[in-house]
């Protein structure tokens, strides 16, 4: 499905749903590593305060890489600019295995769908690894 950037689908106050879609690995890294499925409730607000206007939270049910935790919850937040649709949002894990401090940030853009549906697409950076 093709996106478009249109700007009257952007001035809507609020944008909310299930996200689905997929992190796909940089091409160097693509060989040992497989797309990351995304799933998550997450609402766009542009009536919402700076670092307050996206929100959001899901989980990842194949987190083989946290021992005896395989059901791994995370939180998302940031910010929506619904002029240019630029989004930043930082996710971080709710567990007791993975510092406080570790977090990744997204930086996109929301487009939309010919029958109006939002989509985003973007870059991740762990934070961790810079």
């Not at 060989?31 to 899901?58: D, E, F, Q, T």
């Not at 083989?64 to 949002?89: E, W």
């Not at 929301?110 to 939002?118: K, L, P, R, W």
């Not at 870059?123 to 810079?130: F, L, S």
Request: with cysteine; charged share 20%.
């Amino acid at each position: 499905s093709h996106c478009n950037d249109i700007s009257s689908l952007r001035q809507r106050r609020h944008i909310s749903g299930l996200w689905v879609g997929e992190a796909v690995p940089n091409a160097e890294f693509a060989a040992g590593i497989p797309p990351n499925p995304i799933k998550w409730a997450c609402s766009l607000m542009s009536s919402a305060p700076k670092g307050a206007s996206i929100v959001g939270a899901g989980y990842f049910d194949d987190a083989a890489d946290v021992p005896g935790q395989p059901i791994l919850f995370y939180t998302l937040k940031g910010d929506y600019d619904p002029g240019d649709g630029s989004v930043v949002i930082t996710k971080m894990y709710d567990s007791k295995v993975i510092a406080a401090d570790i977090s990744v940030t997204y930086r996109g853009r929301v487009s939309f769908q010919d029958s109006g549906t939002a989509c985003m697409s973007g870059t991740w950076v762990n934070n961790a690894e810079g």
